[in-house]
Every structure is written in structure tokens, then in C-alpha cells.
């Protein structure tokens, strides 16, 4: 009896022993995040992005508001080639992300095709923001009158057809010729695009108001 009574004792002293005994897993190591330039194996990275010559004299104008931004902000160099007439962005050793040098090139792109400073900033402060572009042939081959027209039927009378679609759908168009460029999120380019394709294709404006109002407000329950 008294060895019976003993044994469970010593099960439980050899238990105690080797919990004593079993050393601490180790600690994980703590790595600092890596910067851009170090992600790059030390290699500095380029965009070029071209001035077309009817963009030469506002990006003149706005430089300073286009260059404080990208240099302070995204800490991304950025500098003007006269001889190319490009835009040059280049990383540097204190640049935070790698993912600044693209939507600084996205940012300098999308005022080379004709929206504001003030628009197209929002492409370095959103991550979800894009530039969708398409021309009116890729709709509907028109030519002469016809074309006119439908460029007409797209901006409407003082811009008020354009002014309303992009307050309804919180996007911003510009109308070059024949090719339209559309800023905004994903789900909000699909449906002025769609509105501006119904126009090309004849609908009168009342008609893509209407459906317009009924899309919105179908996308406000959502969210």
C-alpha cells in the first residue's frame, strides 16, 4: 500500500522537474521596416511622364502646387527635363513607401490630361482612386456633324450635362476632343461612364437624369 501511495508522489515531483527545467522558447526577433530604396537593393527608381504641348503652359502655371506635394509630402523627387519635355520622378533614401513613386506618376499622368491640381491630388491621398479613359469612337463611329453633336450632348448647355454627372456620381471628367478621361473610384466610373455612353448613343439628357437618380440612389442604400 504504502509503494502504491508513493508512486503517484514521484509522477508528479519528475512533472514539477521538468517544467522547472524546460527553457523559454525564443523571443522573436524585431525587424524595422524596410524603406523604399532599401526594398530596391539600394537602386533608385525612375518615371517619365511627357507634357503634351497644350499642357507645357499650365503645368508652368501650377508647378509649385504639382511639386510641394510630391517633394514634401511623398518625399519623391521630382524635377522638369526641358530638352524631353517629360516629367521626372525619382525615389530617394527617405522615401516611405515604394508604392509613392506610382501615385506620384498616376498625379503628375492625370494633370497632363486636363484635370485640376485640386482633383487629381486626391490620387496621392486615396489608394482606391483610379483614371479610366476611352474615346467616343470606341461607342459609336461618328463622324462630322454627327460627332459634334453627341461632344455637345455630353457637356450640355455651359457644361451643366457633365457638371451633373460628376456631382451625382462624385467623379471628375474632362472631355478632350473626342476622348474622355473619367477620376474617381471603381464603382462610381462604371456608372458615369455609362451615363456618358448613353448620351453618345442619342439619349436625350432628361432620360440619363432620370436613370442616373435611380442608380444613386440605389448605391446610397448600399453603403
Known amino acids: ?23 523559454l522558447p525564443p523571443m522573436k526577433p524585431k525587424f524595422e521596416p524596410l524603406k523604399a530604396h532599401e526594398m530596391s537593393d539600394g537602386k533608385v527608381q525612375f518615371r517619365k511622364v511627357s507634357v503634351p504641348p497644350h499642357r507645357y503652359t499650365p503645368l508652368k502655371k501650377a508647378w509649385m502646387e504639382i511639386y510641394t506635394p510630391v517633394y514634401e509630402q511623398m518625399k519623391v523627387d521630382i524635377r522638369m527635363n526641358l530638352k524631353a519635355r517629360k516629367v521626372e520622378l525619382k525615389t530617394r533614401s527617405d522615401t516611405p513607401d515604394i508604392s509613392n513613386l506610382q501615385k506620384c506618376g498616376d498625379f503628375v499622368h492625370a ?28 461607342v459609336k463611329t461618328l463622324r462630322g ?11 450640355g448647355k455651359g457644361g451643366k450635362t457633365k457638371f451633373a454627372i460628376e456631382n451625382s456620381t462624385k467623379t471628375r471628367i474632362v472631355i478632350a476632343d473626342t476622348k474622355i478621361h473619367i477620376l474617381g473610384s471603381f464603382l462610381n466610373i462604371k456608372v458615369a461612364r455609362d451615363s456618358l455612353c448613353s448620351l453618345i448613343l442619342g439619349s436625350p439628357a432628361a432620360k440619363v437624369y432620370s436613370k442616373l437618380r435611380a442608380v444613386t440612389a440605389r448605391m446610397a442604400e448600399k453603403f
Open 145 to 155: 456633324e454627327h460627332l459634334s453633336r453627341a461632344i455637345g450632348r455630353l457637356s
Open 1 to 23: 500500500m504504502a509503494s502504491q501511495e508513493a508512486a503517484p508522489m514521484t509522477s508528479m515531483e519528475i512533472e514539477k522537474g521538468s517544467q522547472a527545467g524546460a527553457s
Open 111 to 138: 494633370f497632363m490630361l486636363g484635370f485640376d491640381v485640386i482633383d487629381a491630388v486626391a490620387l496621392l491621398r486615396l489608394d482606391d482612386l483610379y483614371v479610366d479613359s476611352f474615346e467616343i469612337k470606341d
